[in-house]
C-alpha cells in the first residue's frame, strides 16, 4: 500500500488580528521545529498572511489561505486570487468549506473551479466535503458525500488528482464538541477513497484524506490510527500554540 505522509492542517477561520499570527508563528515554531515525520499547515486569515511569511517561510511549517477566487485577476471586487496567495508564500488553500458553502452560498460547480485553477497554479487545495446532521439521520451520509467529492474534482486529470487533499468535515461535528467516532469518520473515509478510486483508479491511494470537526489533542491519536484517515483539518483546537503543538505530538 502506498504510504500517504500525514497532514495536521490548521484553519484559524475569523480570529487572530496580525499581531496574534504574529505572536502564535513564534511560540509554535519553538514547540514543532523539530517535527519532521508530519506535514503542518496554518490557514490564516487573508489579513495575517504577510505577518506568517515573514515568520514561517523558512520554517517547516506551511502557510495556508481559506478561500480563492478561480480567476487571476479582474474585476472581482473584494476578492483574493491565487497568484497573491503565491505571492504571500501560500502553499494551500483550503476550498469549499461547509462555512462558505452555506454562508456565502458556494456551490460545487463554483468549488471545482477554485480546485482546479489552485492546482494550475500550484496551490495544494484542500477540499473540504461533509454531510449536515439531517442526511446522517436519513442515512444518506456517504451518498451525499460521494456526489460532492464527484462534482467538485470533475475537471482534474489523474496529476492534478493525486496532490488534492480531502478534508471530509461532518457539518454537526464542527465546533460543537461531538466528534465523529473514529470508526464512522474511519467508515467515511473509506468510502470517499472508494469513490476516489472510481474517478482516479489507482491514484487514489496517495490522496490525503483528513477528518475534520471538534478534532483535539485528546482524540487525535484515534483517528489517526484508522487506515484510511491521513490527518485532520483543525479548527478550535488550532488557536492556542500549547494545544495545537499537542495535538501534533500525540499524531505521531
Ligand atoms: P472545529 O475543530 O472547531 O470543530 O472546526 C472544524 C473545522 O471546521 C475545520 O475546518
Not at 504571500?88 to 460547480?109: I, M, N, P, Q
Not at 482516479?200 to 484510511?228: C, F, T
Amino acid at each position: 500500500m502506498t504510504k500517504r505522509r500525514p497532514l495536521i492542517a490548521g484553519n484559524w477561520k475569523m480570529h487572530k488580528t496580525a499581531q496574534e499570527a504574529r505572536d502564535f508563528a513564534m511560540g509554535f515554531q519553538e514547540k514543532v521545529g523539530d517535527v519532521t515525520d508530519i506535514d503542518m499547515v496554518v490557514c490564516a486569515p487573508f489579513t495575517a498572511l504577510h505577518v506568517l511569511k515573514e515568520e514561517l517561510e523558512e520554517s517547516i511549517v506551511h502557510i495556508g489561505a481559506q478561500n480563492m477566487y478561480p480567476e487571476v485577476k479582474g474585476a472581482y471586487t473584494g476578492e483574493v486570487s491565487g497568484p497573491m496567495l503565491l505571492d504571500l508564500a501560500c502553499t494551500y488553500v483550503v476550498l469549499g468549506h461547509s462555512e462558505r458553502r452555506e454562508y456565502l452560498k458556494e456551490d460545487d460547480g463554483f468549488i471545482a473551479k477554485k480546485v482546479k485553477v489552485a492546482l494550475e497554479l500550484g496551490l495544494i487545495p484542500i477540499l473540504c466535503v461533509g454531510e449536515n446532521l439531517a442526511l446522517r439521520e436519513d442515512g444518506k451520509a456517504l451518498a451525499f458525500v460521494r456526489s460532492q467529492v464527484e462534482k467538485d474534482l470533475m475537471e482534474l486529470g489523474p496529476d492534478e488528482l493525486r496532490k488534492v487533499v480531502i478534508a471530509y468535515e461532518p457539518i454537526w461535528a464542527i465546533g460543537t464538541g461531538k466528534t465523529a467516532s473514529a470508526q464512522d469518520a474511519q467508515e467515511m473515509c473509506s468510502g470517499i477513497r472508494s469513490t476516489l478510486a472510481g474517478i482516479a483508479g489507482s491514484v487514489a491511494q496517495e490522496i490525503r484524506i483528513l477528518y475534520g470537526g471538534s478534532v483535539k489533542s485528546g482524540n487525535i491519536a484515534d483517528l489517526m490510527a484508522q487506515p484510511d484517515i491521513d490527518g485532520a483539518l483543525v479548527g478550535g483546537a488550532s488557536l492556542e500554540v500549547q494545544e495545537f503543538a499537542q495535538l501534533i505530538q500525540n499524531a505521531r
